[in-house]
Structure formats: C-alpha cells, structure tokens
C-alpha cells in the first residue's frame, strides 16, 4: 500500500486571511517535529497563487518583500528536508488584492472554471513557473482549490503543457454548492488510483491523466455534532489550531445535510478531525486499497490533531509500513503522454 500525508500550504480565506508565520511556518515545524521521530516525509501542496500575488505586491509595499522571503525560504527547507513539494492553486488570489496592511479577499472567482479560458491558461501557467523557480524538483501533481476541479477539461491542455499529469483532488462520494465551492465526486471511483481524460471521475484505460484519490469515509451525522460541540467547548491550547485567519463557511444547505445524513469526508489531520484517522487507515487496508491518502492544512492543525497523527504514525511504522510521496511516472512515459495531448482537442 502506498501510504501519504499530504498537506494544503495555503492561507485562510474568510475575512482574515491570517499571517503566514502562524499558518504556515509554525504549524509546518510542529508537524515536522513529529514526522521526523520516523523519518516520514509529507507532501506539501503549495499555494503558489498566493506567491504569485505575494511577489506583485512586494512592488507597491516593499516590507512585503520579508514576507515573501520567508515563505519561500520555508518551502525550500521543506524540500532539502526530503519533502515533495507540488502543486495548489487557489486562482481567487488573482481577484484579490493588499492595501499595504491586509489582504482583501474576493471570491467571487474561487473556482478556476469561473475564469475565461485565456485568463486559465495564463493562471496554471504563472503558478507553476513561480513554484518550480524554487525546487530543485519541478511539481508534477496539481490539486485544485477547495476541491473544484470540475469542469477539468479547460485544465487539462494547460497542466499537461507544465508537465503535471497527476492530479489528487477528488476524494469518493464528496460534494459541496455554497458561493465559493461547487463539486460532486459521488460517481467517482471507489478505488484509490485510475486514468482518466475529460473528467477524474470517469476512469479510462488509456487515460493521460492519473487520479491519485484522496481517501473519505462515510460518516453520520453524530459525528458533525460532535465536531461542533467540540470546537464550541474547546478551550486551552489543545484543541487551539495554530492559524490565526478566518475559514469560508460552509453553506447553509450543505451545512444542514451533513448534520442531518450520512456524508463522505475526506481523510483528514486537521483538528477534530483527525480523531478518524486510524478508523479510516484499518478500513482501508481491510478492502486492501491500492492507496491511503490522509490530506490537511497546516493552519488547521492542533496539538490534539498532532497527537492524533502521532498515535497513526505509530500503527503505520510498527507494522512496517512507511509514508511516501507521488511516484513521477518514468520517461517512458514522455512519448506517450505527448501524443496524448492531441487527443484532448478530439
């Protein structure tokens, strides 16, 4: 079984987007403090539209220029560190903008197929050459923002031509409508990697894309009650997570159908959450999955969260098992995925 943790390095976008030292690089170090008791690596999924925007603004507000820094100094350490780094766009960045004391965030676009074919091309392309000037390993997995990565196929010519052609953002039976977020992964797969075309739900044989599925679980509704309880007794540092932002809340629908139904989460290290892992991990390897891949955000991460992932990591490294990253496919490969380009104008 191919075993990942891979982790969403991103800011919040609510009202405060909080400070990259409390979202970012903190949580990051904390969480490299336990991974490193095993020598297991993680996967970090960068925002490198928040670079992007980082790096313009530094321009009109020079004391940005630190800020900037930091963070690309912190995403080179995960790297040298034997961490993948690859690729996560949230392209509403774009509509956003500093006013030298804030960021002022627009999410009107927060989906990448609410912006004009041209202005897409010109996003995936941006992103991935902001993120590649900075690895020693060019990215070759993409995940979208929020999970919305339908419709794929305005993304599709664009992140072969940059060289990804592995794309991790579907998670089985997840779904979501609210102002920012619109996706439905329910006819997706149940299975952990497949190829595809057109759209990641739909596996075809000879696909030039890979989906390497986030891995969900059914859960009830007792468990959302629970969660919320929790976050609203919380107190101390414990259950405290490390970012200092706002999160875009969920719908008013969505919201009440997860406390009133069963629903499919997506296997997660953040907060409360991370109470599930080692259920869904002893689920997985019972229906023998191919992959088991926990996803999170650093800024969201808990002492209680850490704990958690602890107490996983040690199930996973006693029984001999060990986390990895994406395997890049070999060079074989090249020719093939170059022919298919053609295919997707077909």
């Given at each position: ?27 990051c ?23 992007v ?36 766009i ?21 989906r ?69 977020h ?15 075309d057109?759209?990641?739900?739909r ?26 309880l ?77 704990n958690?992932?602890?107490s ?25 995925i ?9």
């Amino acid at each position: 079984m191919d075993i990942a943790l891979t982790l969403d390095y991103e800011l919040f976008f609510g009202r405060q987007t909080g400070t990259p030292d409390a979202c970012l690089i903190q949580p990051c170090d904390a969480l490299l403090r336990v991974l490193e008791a095993y020598s297991a690596p993680a996967v970090f999924f960068v925002d490198a539209s928040y670079l992007v925007r980082l790096r313009e603004f530094t321009h009109q507000f020079p004391h940005l220029q630190q800020e900037y820094l930091a963070v690309v100094a912190h995403i080179r350490q995960l790297e040298a560190r034997g961490h993948q780094i690859q690729l996560h766009i949230h392209p509403h960045w774009f509509d956003s903008w500093h006013d030298g004391q804030q960021w002022h965030t627009v999410i009107d676009r927060y989906r990448l197929s609410q912006w004009p074919e041209q202005d897409i091309v010109s996003i995936i392309d941006r992103c991935t050459s902001e993120l590649n000037r900075h690895l020693q390993h060019k990215v070759f997995v993409f995940r979208a923002g929020g999970w919305c990565v339908q419709p794929f196929m305005p993304l599709a010519q664009p992140l072969i031509d940059n060289g990804i052609h592995i794309d991790s953002s579907v998670y089985h039976g997840g779904g979501a409508s609210s102002q920012a977020h619109e996706f439905d992964f329910r006819s997706a797969p149940t299975g952990a990697r497949w190829k595809f075309d057109r759209d990641p739900c739909r596996p075809m044989v000879n696909g030039v894309f890979t989906e390497v599925a986030i891995s969900s679980h059914r859960v009830s509704p007792l468990f959302y009650w629970r969660f919320a309880l929790n976050r609203l007794l919380a107190r101390g540092e414990y259950h405290t997570r490390f970012g200092d932002g706002y999160a875009l809340g969920n719908s008013r629908t969505d919201l009440l159908h997860l406390l009133t139904h069963y629903s499919h989460m997506a296997v997660s290290v953040d907060g409360f959450k991370a109470s599930l892992l080692q259920r869904a991990f002893s689920e997985a390897r019972r229906k023998r999955q191919e992959c088991f891949i926990a996803m999170g955000h650093p800024k969201s991460l808990t002492p209680f969260s850490l704990n958690q992932l602890n107490s996983w990591l040690q199930d996973v490294y006693s029984e001999g098992l060990q986390l990895s990253g994406y395997h890049r496919p070999p060079p074989a490969q090249a020719d093939a995925i170059a022919l298919a380009r053609k295919a997707l104008h077909e």
